[in-house]
């Protein structure tokens, strides 16, 4: 959910001659970046950049199942509690502690939806293609519901289902709950480690960084056209 690597799309090896699901991620993929929503948050609050990323690239480096981002993605633990591990870590030389309160709410006041995205869905959806969300979160309180429900047949978020990213089985159930074997399936994440791991259960992965490139790229692996959907630039 938080970092993700420069480059081109991930592209999987596997070939098929055409896919009829589209799982996509939430937050960075149908919403403008989750970097820039940070920045913006860290100079509201006087938070060095660095000790953020620095906080968060630690906190994912620990891949037990215990611990505080996994129960909290995966619904074992309350949102508050991650709060006050990022609320002490970011104190750190600071001459007064971070606010801890809604601090989740705070540091994602700038995220929009990407229309860019939203309509792609939304017409890959009218035009017979199975669409899915799945989502890592971190709470599940923020998720547009009502446009979650036009967009998707199968919404799978961690904090309700208990897996998470990038856990093999989060991946076949999602893929499952449309119906379809992975084999079937896009996945589009902004996060590369999620991308191979839905390359490993089969799904052909896609790295997004752009709606500008990643749209064309579900055209040509899905078949179908998703063009006058909003404002991609050239």
């Known amino acids: 959910?938080?970092?993700?690597?420069?480059?081109?799309?991930?592209?999987?090896?596997?070939?098929v001659e055409k896919y009829t699901g589209l799982l996509i991620d939430f937050g960075g993929v149908l919403t403008t970046s989750l970097g820039d929503a940070f920045r913006a948050f860290c100079e509201r609050e006087g938070i060095q950049w660095e000790r953020l990323e620095a906080t968060m690239i630690e906190a994912y480096r620990d891949v037990r199942p215990d611990s505080v981002v996994a129960r909290v993605e995966t619904g074992h633990s309350d949102r508050e509690e991650f709060e006050r591990f990022l609320a002490e870590a970011l104190s750190e030389g600071r001459d007064s502690p971070l606010d801890a309160q809604d601090l989740i709410v705070r540091m994602l006041a700038d995220i929009r939806m990407d229309d860019d995205m939203v309509e792609a869905v939304r017409t890959a959806r009218r035009r017979g293609v199975r669409t899915g969300l799945l989502s890592n979160s971190w709470g599940v309180d923020y998720y547009p519901r009502d446009l979650l429900a036009e967009l998707f047949e199968e919404v799978v978020i961690s904090g309700e289902v208990g897996m998470r990213k990038p856990d093999p089985e989060v991946f076949r159930s999602a893929a499952g709950g449309l119906g379809l074997p992975p084999e079937a399936c896009v996945f589009v994440d902004d996060i590369r480690a999620n991308v191979e791991a839905s390359e490993r259960v089969g799904m052909r992965g896609v790295l997004h960084e752009r709606a500008a490139e990643t749209i064309p790229t579900l055209e040509e692996l899905l078949g179908v056209s998703l063009r006058?959907?909003?404002?991609?630039e050239s």
């Open 1 to 15: 959910m938080f970092r993700r690597s420069a480059g081109a799309p991930w592209r999987s090896l596997t070939l």
């Open 228 to 232: 006058g959907v909003g404002r991609l």
